[in-house]
C-alpha cells in the first residue's frame, strides 16, 4: 500500500499497555467478501462514514484500504488469501469483513477459520441484541441483550481428525485400545477435542473485562462438564480461576448467596455457570438473567445462531474476531451467491459489525448513531426484502436504498 492510496490516513497502533492508540485518521482495511459481500459493503461504507460525520464533523475520519481475499483475490493471484494480505492485517490491525465462500474440493477448509488460527483470533465476539420493529418469533424478544464470547482456535473446530477406515484412524483406534484401554471400532472416524488452559483463560479473561468495564450483571460459563469433564470441565474450573485473580470485580454466583443473601452487590460481576444443554433452555425463558455467556468454540457457534434467530435471524447478527494484536470484524452470514449483483440482500448484520468496530476504536457515540437510527428507519417502514415479507403494510427496498435510509434516519 502506498502513502497516495491511503492519504494522509494513519496505523492503528498498540500501547505498551496492550491497548491501541487510535489516531482521528484511521487507516482500516476490508475484504469486500464473496457473492453479496460487494452488495453489503457498498451499502456498508456509507453509512459508517456518515455516522462518523455525524458524530465528530471534520474532526475524525475513516481511511478504508482494500485487501483481498476469496474469490476475488483468486482471480487476481491464484491464491484466496494471499500472504500480502495477512501481512497487512498483521499491520493495519483492524479491518472489516464480507462473507467469504469456502473453495470447494481443495484449498483451505474455511477462510475464515485459516484468518482466525493464522492471526490468532482467539475470541469471536458476538452480541445479541433486538431492535424494535425487527420481526421475532419470541413474545418478548427485547429482554434478549448479550454478548456471546466464543473461544476460537480450540475443541472440536481445530480440525484434528480423520476418516473411517482410514490408514491413520485405524493405527489411532489400535493405540487407544491397546494402550489406554478404549473399546473403539477399527472402522470409527475419529475427531480430538483439545482444550487448553491458556486458551480458555485468555478467552473468559476477555468476557469478564467486558462485563466490568460495561458494568454488567454477569457472566456465564456454558460448559458441558457433567459429560466432557477434561474438557470443558477444565474451561469452567479456569473460569473461576480467572476470576480469582481479577481483583475484586468478580464474585462467583454461589458467594451471592452464602455471603450477600441473595443480593448481588453495587458494581460487582457475577460469574455462573450453565450447563450447555440447561442454558439453550434459560434463553428462551430467562433471557434477562444472562449479559455475557463465555463458551469453548462448538457451544459458541450454537447458541450464537440460536440467539440471533430471536431476534431476527443472522441477517441482523453482527460479530468480531478479535486477538491481542488484530481484530476483523464481520458479517455472521453466508456470500449468498444466488443474490449477488442484485442489490437485494439485507446488509444490516455487516452495517451492525462495523458499529463493533466503532466502538472497537473508542468512536462510541458514532456507533450510537447506527443503533439509533436503525429502528427508527423500521419504524417507518423501510426494510430489505427479508424483513419486508414479515413486517405488514411495509416497504420493500434494495440493500443499497436501506443503507441510505439509515443516514436519513441518524
Excluded at 483475490?73 to 499491520?91: C, I
Aim: glycine share 10%.
Amino acid at each position: 500500500m502506498t502513502q497516495h492510496e491511503h492519504g494522509q490516513g494513519e496505523i492503528v497502533a498498540a500501547t505498551p499497555a496492550g491497548g491501541l492508540a487510535v489516531p482521528d485518521r484511521p487507516i482500516i482495511l476490508y475484504i469486500e467478501g464473496d457473492g453479496t459481500g460487494a452488495d453489503i459493503w457498498q451499502a456498508t461504507r456509507p453509512v459508517l462514514d456518515a455516522a462518523v460525520a455525524k458524530a465528530y464533523g471534520e474532526g475524525r475520519r475513516i481511511f478504508w484500504q482494500e485487501v483481498l481475499a476469496g474469490e476475488k483475490a483468486f482471480k487476481l493471484s491464484r491464491s484466496y488469501l494471499p500472504v500480502e494480505t495477512l501481512t497487512a492485517l498483521r499491520e493495519y490491525r483492524v479491518a472489516l469483513k464480507g462473507p467469504l465462500t469456502t473453495p470447494i474440493g481443495g484449498g483451505f477448509r474455511s477462510l475464515n477459520v485459516t484468518l482466525r488460527q493464522v492471526l490468532d483470533l482467539y475470541a469471536c465476539i458476538r452480541p445479541v441484541r433486538y431492535y424494535t420493529g425487527v420481526p421475532s418469533p419470541m413474545k418478548e424478544p427485547e429482554k434478549i441483550d448479550m454478548v456471546i464470547f466464543r473461544e476460537n482456535t480450540e475443541d472440536v473446530y481445530a480440525g484434528i481428525e480423520w476418516a473411517a477406515n482410514t490408514p491413520e484412524a485405524q493405527r489411532l483406534i489400535h493405540f487407544l485400545n491397546h494402550e489406554l484401554g478404549c473399546t473403539l471400532e477399527m472402522s470409527a472416524a475419529l475427531g480430538i477435542k483439545p482444550m487448553t488452559e491458556r486458551c480458555s483463560k485468555r478467552l473468559i479473561r476477555m468476557a469478564l473485562k467486558h462485563a466490568m468495564k460495561h458494568r454488567l450483571a454477569s457472566v456465564t460459563l456454558m460448559h458441558k462438564g457433567n459429560i466432557m469433564k477434561y474438557t470443558e470441565g477444565a474451561f469452567q474450573t479456569w473460569g473461576y480461576e480467572v476470576a480469582a485473580e481479577l481483583p475484586g470485580g468478580v464474585i462467583p454466583e454461589a458467594e451471592v448467596f452464602t455471603v450477600y443473601q441473595g443480593k448481588r452487590p453495587a458494581g460487582k460481576v457475577v460469574l455462573k455457570d450453565r450447563l450447555a444443554d440447561n442454558l439453550f433452555q434459560q434463553v428462551l425463558l430467562r433471557p434477562e438473567e444472562y449479559q455475557v455467556i463465555a463458551t469453548p468454540n462448538l457451544n459458541g457457534d450454537y447458541i450464537s445462531d440460536a440467539l440471533a434467530a430471536q431476534v431476527g435471524g443472522l441477517g441482523m447478527a453482527p460479530g468480531a474476531n478479535i486477538g491481542d494484536n488484530c481484530a476483523i470484524f464481520e458479517a455472521t452470514h453466508g456470500s449468498a451467491p444466488k443474490y449477488a449483483g442484485q442489490d437485494k440482500v439485507n446488509p444490516s448484520s455487516l452495517i451492525l459489525s462495523g458499529a463493533m468496530l466503532l466502538e472497537y476504536l473508542g468512536w462510541d457515540e458514532a456507533a450510537q448513531l447506527i443503533h439509533q437510527s436503525l429502528p427508527r428507519t423500521l419504524k417507518d417502514g423501510i426494510a430489505t426484502y427479508d424483513l419486508a415479507r414479515l413486517l405488514p403494510g411495509s416497504r420493500e427496498v434494495a440493500c443499497s436504498e436501506f443503507g441510505q435510509a439509515l443516514i436519513d434516519h441518524m
